[in-house]
């Protein structure tokens, strides 16, 4: 029988600011939507690649907690980045959240992001099919 995509929601991350789910459960996994530095209120978050990145994982990890996962499920990440040049801050800061768990990553330099913001990540995971 064919599983039905479920949305995920949680208001400990910004709401969707068109017509997506902040993720998508479908079977035991997980599929978020990119993430960009805006509070759970949708304001944009001050400061630089540090600040904004730092709220990015945040968002993440709220997104992930609604469905039952951690950081640790992640099986891959997709980072896009507005400027090449602060990959190490970035790559710092996803260090810190994953700790010792190296989950496959793609790293991409686009020319602009949504709000002009400076980073955003989307994440697949495995979560537990019973949440």
Not at 32 to 40: D, F, H, M, R, V
Not at 71 to 98: G, H, P
């Amino acid at each position: 029988m064919k599983q039905q995509p479920q949305s995920i929601a949680t208001d400990k991350a910004p709401a969707a600011i068109g017509p997506y789910s902040q993720a998508i459960k479908l079977g035991n996994l997980l599929f978020t939507s990119g993430q960009i530095p805006l509070n759970a209120a949708g304001e944009l978050v001050e400061g630089g690649i540090e600040e904004q990145t730092h709220q990015v994982f945040r968002n993440l990890e709220a997104v992930l907690a609604e469905a039952g996962a951690t950081f640790q499920d992640v099986a891959k990440a997709t980072v896009f980045i507005k400027d090449m040049n602060q990959f190490a801050a970035v790559n710092a800061i996803y260090a810190s959240y994953f700790g010792d768990h190296k989950p496959a990553r793609s790293t991409v330099e686009v020319a602009r992001l949504p709000k002009d913001v400076l980073v955003e990540i989307e994440l697949i995971a495995s979560i537990n099919v019973e949440k």
